[in-house]
Structure formats: structure tokens, C-alpha cells
């Protein structure tokens, strides 16, 4: 019998993993980009790259877009093709970093023609949130200061507020605002949103409709993501995750990869506060593939997700529950390990087989030619990039 049990696969059937259209493109570091034959050169050719995961994953039915990198003149046509390759337009991202006006800050600019300007680019992505159906606007920002004096933080606190409040003003009744936040880089003394508390702080401010985004690798080395997991569930913040994994500071890397027991203990905790079922929640990567070929670099994170589900799906939450109580120390801890030390890939392959999809995802790629296809058609024209 499988160590699945129907409740496990009947969650596990519910899991939902919004990809990134810009891990489609090419990226680097601030040493060299890397160009790859195949890249898309469009958005219409990254979201057929990223429907071939969906198609082999059963995982992915989302795409998330970033303007203005994945703006378009016909917002119907990049619709239809999405739902003509069996997947929806997801979260829209904004954009404040990569203009010269936003030098010294965008929603938190002293300049009110400069915060104008950041606050009506965030308008301009409502608007094609409303052209293609996507419910959330995440907005993370570039803001803050190198050197201790520099700036008022309190004003900017104040200024990045009266903004926000501006463009949450100007969302649908669906509609939702996303705010991420992260510790450092680009600037390196003090970030404007640089962690859960100042993000809950902003979004608490304007209502129902705003959350947080926590992003897995923008954290501090050794900081405890799940107890924020954990509270911001607690607190009904969560909006959605950007999952991806790092050594040393954001490093975009293959969620999973770098400390799967963290992805586990995050993922426990997203069971423990009411599972894959919350609507609240967006579950996406946040990623790039630098090195590695993109659509088999996904495939892998999306599989990594889900097997790290299935673990923490496999807790004995009574047992634990038990241990807990008694204050059974090791006897917990046993319990909350098991779970993670069960091989699930064996158990999931079959349960994949059994609704027509392959087995093994990675290799059913690499089988379908739709690699050399694309290498071969994809001629010509410029190749999409991080930050174009
Ligand atoms: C920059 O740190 C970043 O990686 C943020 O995590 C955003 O979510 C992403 O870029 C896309 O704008
Ligand atoms: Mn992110
Ligand atoms: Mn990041």
C-alpha cells in the first residue's frame, strides 16, 4: 500500500505553484549574463515554456509577470495563449528599480514628482491586472540608504505609507496587494521594507486587502523562517510566498536545494496552519537559472515543493501532538523527523502514473524534444533577460 494515504493525496491533488515568467529568461550575476540557445523572446514564448512544466508537473497552473518586462499591446492575445496552453496569468509584479529617477527611492521619494511617478506605475499595473484576471499586485521595492545619516527613515516610513495607501485606494474588490520585503541589497544600511514586522506594519495600515510576501532568501543566515511562517498565518498576513534557496544572501537558487529540511519546516508549518486549502495564500517561485536549463530547473523546484509537502504531510499530528503535550522532548522530535526522513519520490512517481502524468517529469522533458524545438525556432530577435 502506499505510504500516501487518500487524505495526503487529495491535499497533495490541491497544490498549486505559480512560476516566475522572468526564470524564463536569461540572468546572471553582475559579473556576466549568460545567454542559452531556446530562451524565450517574448512573453508569449515564456509562458509556453512555462505550460511545458505544468503539462508534465500537473503543478504549475499559474504564470507571474513583471511590468515592464512582460507588458504587451494586446492583453486579450497573451490571455488567450495562456489558456490555449492550459495555464492563467498570476500575480503581477511591479517594477521601481530600474529607472535613474529611483536613485534615491520611489514610494518613498522626497521628490513628489519622483513618488508620483512610482505610485502611478503601480495604477498602470492594476490596469493589466484587470486585463488579465490576475488578483495580486506584488510590489517589492529597492529603497533605502548606504550610510548611517543619510536619510530620514521615520519620513520615508511615513511617505512609503501615504503611497501605499494611494495605490490600495485604486485596487478592485478582488484584488489584493502584496508586500514583500527583504534585508538588505540594493542598498546596504538601512531597506525601507526590510522584514515581516515593517511589511505587517504597512498592510495591517491599509486594510484586509494588503498582506505580506515573504520570499525564502530574504532572510538573515539563521533566521527561524517558519515561526514567521507560523505567525503570520496566525495573524491571516500570509499572501504569498516567493520560495527559492540561498547559501549567502539572495541567491535565487532552486528552492529546496540548498536546505530541504528548511523547506520542510516551512511547508510543516503551512500544514499546521491550515494547509494547501487557505485561498489567502500564493504559493510561487521566485527564481533564476543561471547556469542550469530553465524549464528543467523549474520542473525540479516544483517537484521539490511538492515532495517537501508530502513529507510534512506525513507528520503523525496526533503522535506529535502527544509528545508535545507531555512535554516529551526526543519523543517529538522523532515524530516531526520521521516524516522528513521518509523517501516519498518512489510513492509519488506511482501517484503521478495514476493521473496521466510521467513519472519521472525531468526525464519526460528531456524525452519530448520540445527543448530542440524551441532551439531550433527561437532564432533571431532579442532574448528575454532579467531586467529586460
Ligand atoms: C529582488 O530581490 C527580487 O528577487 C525580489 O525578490 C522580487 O520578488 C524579484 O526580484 C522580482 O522583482
Ligand atoms: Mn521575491
Ligand atoms: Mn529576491
Redesign the pocket.
Known amino acids: 500500500m502506499s505510504i500516501l494515504t487518500p487524505a495526503v493525496r487529495s491535499t497533495l491533488e490541491k497544490q498549486a505553484i505559480e512560476l516566475p515568467s ?1 526564470a524564463f529568461g536569461n540572468s546572471g550575476t553582475r559579473f556576466k549574463v549568460f545567454t542559452t540557445p531556446g530562451t524565450p523572446r517574448d512573453p508569449f514564448e515564456k509562458i509556453s515554456d512555462a505550460a511545458q512544466v505544468n503539462r508534465l508537473t500537473g503543478l504549475a497552473p499559474a504564470v507571474a509577470l ?1 511590468i515592464p518586462w512582460d507588458l504587451v499591446d494586446d492583453w486579450s492575445a497573451l490571455r488567450e495563449h495562456a489558456a490555449s496552453e492550459g495555464v492563467t496569468l498570476g500575480t503581477v ?1 511591479s ?1 521601481t528599480f530600474q529607472d535613474d529617477d529611483y536613485k534615491f527611492g520611489a514610494l518613498t521619494h522626497e521628490d513628489d514628482r519622483i513618488r508620483r511617478k512610482a505610485i502611478d506605475h503601480h495604477l498602470t499595473c492594476i490596469d493589466v491586472m484587470h486585463e488579465t484576471g490576475s488578483r495580486d499586485l ?1 510590489i ?1 521595492l529597492a529603497e533605502g540608504s548606504n550610510y548611517p545619516g543619510q536619510n530620514d527613515m521615520r519620513a520615508r516610513q511615513d511617505r512609503l505609507q501615504d503611497s501605499l495607501q494611494q495605490i490600495y485606494a485604486h485596487l478592485g474588490d478582488e484584488q489584493r496587494l502584496v508586500l ?1 520585503y ?1 534585508f538588505f541589497e540594493p542598498a546596504f544600511y538601512h531597506t525601507d521594507v526590510p522584514d515581516w514586522g515593517t511589511s505587517y506594519v504597512q498592510v495591517a495600515a491599509l486594510g484586509d486587502k494588503a498582506m505580506v510576501c515573504l ?1 525564502t532568501g ?1 532572510h538573515a543566515p539563521g533566521t527561524n523562517i517558519e515561526f514567521i511562517v507560523m505567525q503570520l498565518l496566525r495573524l491571516g498576513k500570509l499572501g504569498s510566498f ?1 520560495f527559492n534557496s540561498r547559501f549567502y544572501a ?1 541567491d ?1 537558487l532552486i528552492v529546496g536545494a540548498a536546505d530541504p529540511f528548511q523547506l520542510y519546516r516551512i511547508l510543516s508549518e503551512v500544514i499546521r496552519g491550515g494547509g494547501l486549502d487557505n485561498p489567502d495564500v500564493v504559493f510561487m517561485l ?1 527564481q533564476c537559472h543561471n547556469i542550469e536549463n530553465k524549464i528543467l530547473g523549474q520542473i525540479r523546484s516544483v517537484l521539490n515543493v511538492q515532495e517537501m509537502t508530502a513529507r510534512a504531510l506525513l507528520v503523525d499530528r496526533e503522535a506529535l501532538a502527544a509528545a508535545q503535550t507531555a512535554n516529551d522532548v526526543l519523543a517529538a522530535q522523532a515524530v516531526y523527523m520521521d516524516a522528513f526522513y521518509t523517501d516519498v519520490r518512489p510513492a509519488l512517481a506511482e501517484w503521478r502514473e495514476g493521473r496521466g502524468l510521467p513519472a519521472d517529469p525531468m526525464a519526460a522533458y528531456l524525452a519530448s524534444g520540445y527543448q530542440a524545438r524551441i532551439e531550433a525556432e527561437r532564432v533571431g530577435g532579442v532574448q528575454a533577460g532579467w531586467g529586460a
Request: charged content about 55%; glycine content about 0%; hydrophobic content about 15%.
Open positions: 522572468w513583471h509584479n517594477n506584488k517589492w514583500e527583504k520570499d530574504h516567493d539572495d535565487d521566485d
